[in-house]
Structures are given as structure tokens and as C-alpha cells.
């Protein structure tokens, strides 16, 4: 094996170790927030309780259970919420001298914004783990098995590592927590509630619909209540991420990853000099 070959696979595997120190630290400062773990664990209850009975009385759907209609939504909103945490949490980094520490020490310049991205995907399946209680009590059911149900999950959890990358990209950018929370909620909201997350599209005013149909989270619920098998009537004609939301997803989320991930990682390193 030449020289060049040996250095990659030494920086190779340096870095990786690097990132998992990364994220074992981000890991143990999360479970050293217990304010912000209560209310994480909270929420999911809050956003059944409150759409699948306060709102879901006044809102029908094709099948009439509202609530089974809006477990996948949840899920889709839960993995779009944690896009949220990071980029509050890089941009809190940022501004406030930790990147300053961490530049000083021998690490790959990529494992910080590695570890914040796996450290977030892993603090919000206890959170997925809340909601899937919560969607069984209020009697929401996987119909489709326990393999599609797990592949469901997989498939949210793939988008929400896409979407954190996103995040990490608004927290590097923004100058600082606050006005990276505005900035990441707005779109957040918009792509929630313009979409089938918690409503069905075709209700819509015709140019809102076209919106929904084609949001990205609207195919990402498609994908879970395909998966789960909740569907509720056929997928819209003419729209081909709602006729193939399992492949959209996936797609998507790798593109996501593959083209924000290296930018990300360039931003940090340059900030980091």
C-alpha cells in the first residue's frame, strides 16, 4: 500500500473517531439539559392531544378516523422539528466562543458539525418513542406489519438527518441563536402546514394545493401512511412524488445530504481558521 494510501486511511479513520467523540459529547450535554428534555418529551403529547381532539372534531378526512390520518404527520413534523434544535444549537456554538475551543484542538474540522447532526438524531427518538405511545393510545395502528412500520421509521429518521443538515447550515449562517430560530421556524411552519400533514390537500384553494402537493413533507407522510397503511384514498393523479412518496423520499433526503453536508463542512472549517 503506497504512502498516499496509508496517510487517507489514518486521516480516515481519524475522523471518524473524531466525529464519534463529537457526538458522545453532544450526547452527554443533552442528557445534562433535563429542562429541555422534559419539554421535548412533552411536546409530542401536547400536539396529539391538541389536533387529534381539540382540532380533529372539526376536521374530517377520507375514512373519517382523523387521528389515524394524523400519527404519520406527527411523526413527519417530529424529525422536521429537530432541524429547529440544530441550527439554535450551531448557531449558539458559534456565537458564543465554543467553536474557539474546539478550533485549537488536533480534530477533523468535520467532526463537530457530524457529531451535532447524529448527536440531534439520536436525542429525538425518545421523542418518536413518546409520540408512537401516544398515537397507540389514541388508537392509531401500523395495519401494514411491524417490518413496514420499522421501515416507516427508518424512512422519517433518513429525512431527518437530511433535514438536520439544514439546519446545521442555517445555525452557521445565521448570526446568532435568536435569529437563527426565526429564521428555521418560518420555513418549518409553512412546509408543515401547507402540506397533507395535517389536513387533505384537495380541500385546498387550487393554487394552495398545488403547493401542498408538491411539498416535500407531503411526500414524506405519503411514504409513512403507505408504509403504516393508513392511506386514505388514492394519491392525486398527476403528481408523481404523492404516486411514489417511498422513492421521493429517499431521493430527496440523499440529495439533501450529499449536496448541504460538504457545505456545511467547508463553512465550519472556514469559520474554524
Known amino acids: 500500500m503506497s504512502d498516499t ?3 487517507a486511511e489514518r486521516q480516515l479513520r481519524d475522523g471518524l473517531l473524531d466525529a464519534y467523540t463529537a457526538t458522545r459529547r453532544f450526547l452527554i450535554r443533552g442528557k445534562r439539559q433535563p429542562d429541555v428534555i422534559f419539554g ?9 392531544v391538541l389536533f387529534g381532539y381539540v382540532f380533529g372534531s372539526s376536521i374530517s378526512v377520507p375514512g373519517g378516523n382523523y387521528r389515524a390520518f394524523l400519527m404519520p404527520g406527527l411523526f413527519a413534523m417530529s424529525v422536521l422539528f429537530s432541524a429547529a434544535n440544530v441550527a439554535v444549537a450551531v448557531a449558539t456554538d458559534m456565537s458564543e466562543g465554543v467553536v474557539d475551543r474546539f ?5 477533523a474540522r468535520s ?3 457530524i457529531g451535532r447532526s447524529l448527536s440531534t438524531l439520536i436525542l429525538g427518538i425518545p421523542v418518536l418513542v413518546v409520540m408512537i405511545a401516544c398515537g397507540l393510545a389514541v388508537g392509531w395502528r401500523a395495519d401494514n406489519g411491524l417490518g413496514n412500520a420499522v ?3 427508518l424512512l422519517f429518521e433518513l429525512f431527518g438527518f437530511a433535514i438536520g443538515w439544514l439546519g ?3 445555525g452557521l449562517l445565521a448570526g446568532s441563536a435568536q435569529a437563527a430560530d426565526v ?3 418560518i420555513p418549518i411552519f409553512l412546509m408543515g402546514f401547507i402540506s397533507s400533514v395535517f ?9 394552495l394545493r398545488v403547493i401542498a402537493y408538491w411539498n416535500p413533507m407531503s411526500a414524506l407522510v405519503g411514504a409513512g401512511r403507505q408504509l403504516f397503511g393508513n392511506n386514505f384514498g388514492p394519491p392525486p393523479s398527476g403528481v408523481w412524488s404523492l404516486q411514489h412518496p417511498v422513492v421521493t423520499t429517499i431521493g430527496l433526503g440523499l440529495i439533501i445530504i450529499v449536496v448541504v453536508a460538504p457545505i456545511c463542512v467547508h463553512l465550519y472549517s472556514r469559520r474554524s481558521r
Open 183 to 185: 429564521i428555521i421556524n
Open 103 to 107: 478550533k485549537t484542538l488536533p480534530i
Open 40 to 48: 421535548s418529551l412533552l411536546t409530542p403529547v401536547i400536539f396529539v
Open 199 to 207: 389536513v387533505d390537500p384537495a380541500k385546498m384553494p387550487v393554487w
Open 168 to 170: 446545521v447550515l442555517v
Open 111 to 113: 467532526a463537530i458539525v
Open 5 to 7: 494510501a496509508v496517510r
Open 151 to 153: 421501515l416507516a421509521f
